[in-house]
T-cell receptor
Framework: KQEVTQIPAALSVPEGENLVLNCSFTDSAIYNLQWFRQDPGKGLTSLLLIQSSQREQTSGRLNASLDKSSGRSTLYIAASQPGDSATYLCASDSGGSNYKLTFGKGTLLTVNP | DAGITQSPRHKVTETGTPVTLRCHQTENHRYMYWYRQDPGHGLRLIHYSYGVKDTDKGEVSDGYSVSRSKTEDFLLTLESATSSQTSVYFC??????????FGPGTRLTVT
């Protein structure tokens, strides 16, 4: 059974700082890893999808990397802004099922002005 | 944004009553999912569908049933609601790339 862990559970940084969020997973036989953002009281917004054949994906100030062999993914946020404050979740599939995701419990990010 | 709506958005019901939540998509995606989100547990998969009339159980399916009679609609039914089913319920869809997109959620309170 896939287990996904996110460290740290919470992170507070000053505006402008570059930061890294970490995600680890126990079953390295994955097809996809997906990063989401969730604002309080809202649904999840997909940020980046990394397929197993890829090592990283970029969207604006976000860069996500994937190392299947070590069971790790990182989400890098450059030049953080107060509007980046949210909970960030990673999720991966596993066990030959490329359409069911297991989620981490998230990292609560606060960017202080 | 992916075209996913959920109804109702909020519901309060009493223990023992049946409840049906609806998820509607306009993307014609094959896969649809129901999750629940609870503090301390994160997001957990309840049921999912891989086509019309094709459904399967997820991690926490006890007490829930689903139906999918049309591509665009996926219904989640609590046959007899219990207080432990108080939660926020999210519907999600995915297509060929298996990238999942989420609806806005339904906040259900069982008193």
């Amino acid at each position: 059974k896939q287990e996904v862990t996110q460290i740290p559970a919470a992170l507070s940084v000053p505006e402008g700082e570059n930061l890294v969020l970490n995600c680890s997973f126990t079953d390295s036989a994955i097809y996809n890893l997906q990063w989401f953002r969730q604002d309080p009281g809202k649904g999840l917004t997909s940020l980046l999808l990394i397929q197993s054949s890829q090592r990283e994906q970029t969207s604006g100030r976000l860069n996500a990397s994937l190392d299947k062999s070590s069971g790790r993914s990182t989400l890098y946020i450059a030049a953080s802004q107060p509007g980046d404050s949210a909970t960030y979740l990673c999720a991966s599939d596993s066990g030959g099922s490329n359409y069911k995701l297991t989620f981490g419990k998230g990292t609560l990010l606060t960017v202080n002005p | 944004d992916a075209g996913i709506t959920q109804s109702p958005r909020h519901k309060v019901t009493e223990t023992g009553t049946p409840v049906t939540l609806r998820c509607h998509q306009t993307e014609n995606h094959r896969y649809m999912y129901w999750y629940r989100q609870d503090p301390g547990h994160g997001l957990r998969l309840i049921h999912y569908s891989y086509g019309v009339k094709d459904t399967d159980k997820g991690e926490v399916s006890d007490g829930y049933s689903v139906s999918r009679s049309k591509t665009e609609d996926f219904l989640l039914t609590l046959e007899s609601a219990t207080s432990s089913q108080t939660s926020v319920y999210f519907c999600a869809i995915s297509g060929d790339r298996n990238e999942q997109y989420f609806g806005p959620g339904t906040r259900l309170t069982v008193t």
